[in-house]
Nanobody, 117 residues
Framework: QVQLVESGGGLVQPGGSLRLSCVAS????????MSWYRQAPGKERELVAT???????TYADSVKGRFTVSRDNTKDTAYLQMDRLKPEDTAVYYC???????????WGQGTQVTVSS
């Protein structure tokens, strides 16, 4: 059973920062590509950032230069550092894990991020 638990969301003013964490209860965390998605009210869920098993990273255009995805394989944890936050970053942020060998895709329960003055 794979369990992903996000934390670190909250209310922040525009221009502020937050760091989200996703702790994975899995065997062989190193074998999972880890991604962050977000879903704003009335909108579809969108991919924000991915870090692969080889630690290659990709970002949505809307967050490039402001967000940084990382992972600590010793702690089975993925992170999303969010800087220079904007009101349009307001959404529920979800952690996603995809097993590279054998398949399997898993989601966390989400954490709310609200950017407002």
């Amino acid at each position: 059973q794979v369990q992903l638990v996000e934390s670190g969301g909250g209310l922040v003013q525009p221009g502020g920062s937050l760091r989200l964490s996703c702790v994975a209860s899995v065997k062989a965390f190193v074998m999972f590509d880890m991604s962050w998605y977000r879903q704003a009210p009335g909108k579809e869920r969108e991919l924000v950032a991915t870090i692969t098993t080889s630690e290659d990273t990709t970002y949505a255009d809307s967050v490039k230069g402001r967000f940084t995805v990382s992972r600590d394989n010793t702690k089975d944890t993925a992170y999303l550092q969010m800087d220079r936050l904007k009101p349009e970053d307001t959404a529920v942020y979800y952690c996603n894990a995809v097993r590279k060998v054998g398949g399997g895709r898993y989601w966390g329960q989400g954490t709310q991020v609200t950017v407002s003055s």
